[in-house]
């Protein structure tokens, strides 16, 4: 009985509190990401692409930076600059610690900001041009 009334205030207080719990970035890339990228960040090749090894590398060139912001999924996920910060950032370290360039910078809330009303309609040329054709 006490557990249960303790379980029931605590629900009471979640909410009626004004109190914002926030996700960590690996949870939100699992609820926002991992649909088409898999939890493990595989992809589905050639249409969804892995986000292992490559993406560090493509960070050499700093028009790929915007990019990774972008693209449809990233610019359209239902969290804050913030957030999307902290999951691309998560992504580049858990997937792709060993290819980031040498000096690599977090990706910050303001660069975030400012590339994310800027959605890419054609990512694959976008990509092309600054980067390279996919490799099928």
Not at 8 to 35: E, K, Q
Not at 106 to 118: F, Q, Y
Request: proline share 7%.
């Amino acid at each position: 009985m006490i557990y249960r009334t303790g379980f029931t205030l605590f629900i009471l207080l979640l909410l009626t509190s004004n109190t914002v719990f926030a996700a960590s970035p690996r949870i939100d890339y699992l609820l926002y990401c991992s649909g088409c990228h898999r939890p493990t960040g595989e992809g589905y090749p050639p249409n969804v692409p892995t986000l292992h090894d490559e993406l560090g590398k493509m960070l050499s060139v700093q028009q790929m930076r915007s990019y990774l912001v972008r693209v449809p999924g990233s610019n359209n996920a239902p969290i804050d600059d913030e957030a999307l910060a902290g999951v691309l950032n998560w992504i580049l370290q858990e997937f792709n610690a060993d290819t980031l360039p040498d000096g690599f910078q977090k990706l910050s809330t303001e660069e975030v900001g400012a590339a994310r009303p800027n959605l890419l309609a054609d990512p694959n040329k976008y990509r092309e041009t600054y980067w390279k054709a996919y490799d099928f």
